[in-house]
């Protein structure tokens, strides 16, 4: 069965400084990988998926992920954090077929320090 | 605007009392879902439907039944509602195999 860990269930950091959260994974096949974001008291949304191709994924708002299959990884990035980006941050598993649904991880929490 | 939307935003009910829940989409997507987030923020799949039949039907009590009246709406139904139900409710569509979900805003659930 697919799963999901993402090893740092809160970060904080400061404005202007890198990020970088990690998510790894369990799954039998090649995987649909995301990285889903929640604002407080909001729904989830997509900042990037990787299907196939290329390893490093752009998204959203200056995020980017990468995607190693040798450390079943695929870490989210971003160059210089914005007060803004503050949140949840949710990574998901799965497959391309509908029988399956999405696995999602535990979330990291986010904090920025101005 | 076009989005998935949820119905109520807010709910707060006694225990044993029955309530729904709707969500409509008006993306044109052929599957949805309804995911549970607890207060550790952890989120786990309930139900999925594809084109009005359910496709995914997790372990959940049998007090809670989806339904499906076409494929752009996906309501769920919860009779005998305990304290434990408490959570934030999302619905999600997907488009198509290679996209990911589109969420609601979800429904915070409170029983009291």
């Known amino acids: 069965a697919q799963s999901v860990t993402q090893p740092d269930i809160h970060i904080t950091v400061s404005e202007g400084a890198s990020l970088e959260l990690r998510c790894n994974y369990s799954?039998?096949?090649?995987?649909?990988l995301f990285w889903y974001v929640q604002s407080p008291g909001q729904g989830l949304q997509l900042l990037l998926k990787?299907?196939?191709?290329?390893?490093l994924v752009q998204g959203i708002k200056g995020f980017e992920a990468e995607f190693k299959r040798s450390q079943s990884s695929f870490n989210l990035r971003k160059p210089s954090v914005h007060w803004s980006d503050a949140a949840e941050y949710f990574c998901a598993v799965g497959a391309r077929n509908y029988g399956q649904n999405f696995v999602f991880g535990p979330g990291t929490r986010l904090s920025v320090l101005p | 605007d076009t989005a998935v939307s949820q119905t109520p935003k807010y709910l707060v009910t006694q225990m044993g009392n029955d309530k729904s829940i709707k969500c409509e989409q008006n993306?044109?997507?052929?599957?949805m879902y309804w995911y549970k987030q607890d207060s550790k923020k952890f989120l786990k799949i309930m139900f999925s439907y594809n084109n009005k039949e359910l496709i995914i039907n997790e372990t959940v009590p049998n007090r809670f039944s989806p339904k499906s009246p076409d494929k752009a709406h996906l309501n769920l139904h919860i009779n005998s509602l305990e304290l434990g139900d408490s959570a934030v409710y999302f619905c999600a569509s997907r488009l198509g195999q290679d996209y990911g979900y589109t969420f609601g805003s979800g429904t915070r659930l409170t029983v009291v």
């Open positions: 993306l044109g997507h052929d599957t």
């Open positions: 799954y039998g096949a090649t995987p649909y």
């Open positions: 990787y299907f196939s191709g290329d390893t």
